[in-house]
């Protein structure tokens, strides 16, 4: 069952005479929502705190990691080439800032701490192939660096929302000036996501650890 991800025609995994997706390795919605990943505490607090520090623009991700109670232990964003890419590549960048800014945790024996990407583009906050392509790279680079897989959000003009989840906001959005660091952010008109029943509650039902 899957909630909030309806693929445009022109985006289908099953396009009329390929059957192939044109971004290669990726997640379904389905296949990220039986995942388990962990739900954000305080969604806004950590895209916020995001916007700030980087200033995303369409086709720029932010990768960060989370400590406990969703502390930033560190942070890198990039713009990754136009195109089509598989989700290996996305992977492969995706691994290349973690290893930067952070020391890997491979000789813990349980992941400590969570991983997050934010990716800002142009569109609605429907999941593209694209989406998909960024789901499986950040699954794949947890694992290589010894983090849990933690949330995927989108950053569009329309506002933000953590796929999976259902829940988001119009404030930050890709048009919006940054917030200063610790100032409050108000949105007083929610982002509405459409959601289905029984994966919404499945995702609910997963508490960050």
């Not at 995303?56 to 890198?76: C, D």
């Not at 990039?78 to 930067?100: E, K, M, Q, V």
């Not at 429907?126 to 290589?144: F, N, P, S, V």
Request: charged share 20%; hydrophobic share 35%; proline share 8%.
């Amino acid at each position: 069952m899957t909630f909030g991800f309806a693929p445009p025609a022109s985006t289908s995994m099953a396009t009329a005479g390929k059957g192939v997706s044109q971004h290669g390795r990726l997640l379904e919605p389905a296949e990220w929502t039986s995942a388990g990943i962990p739900l954000l505490i305080n969604p806004r607090e950590v895209v916020s705190g995001l916007h700030s520090r980087h200033t995303p623009v369409p086709g720029v991700a932010v990768i960060a990691v989370l400590g406990p109670e969703e502390r930033l232990v560190a942070s890198a964003s990039f713009t990754h080439r136009p195109g089509s890419a598989d989700g290996w590549d996305y992977r492969n960048a995706l691994l290349a800032r973690l290893r930067r800014v952070l020391p890997h945790d491979l000789r813990r024996r349980s992941p400590v701490r969570t991983a997050v990407l934010l990716y800002c583009r142009d569109g609605d906050e429907q999941w593209t192939e694209e989406d998909g392509a960024w789901m499986w790279g950040l699954r794949d680079a947890c694992t290589l660096h010894g983090l849990r897989c933690g949330a995927y959000i989108t950053l569009t003009r329309a506002g933000w929302q953590v796929l999976g989840e259902g829940r988001g906001g119009r404030i930050p959005s890709s048009d919006s000036p940054p917030v200063q660091l610790g100032d409050t952010v108000t949105d007083p008109v929610p982002l509405t996501l459409r959601t289905g029943g029984g994966a919404s509650e499945t995702m609910r039902r997963t508490v960050a650890r």
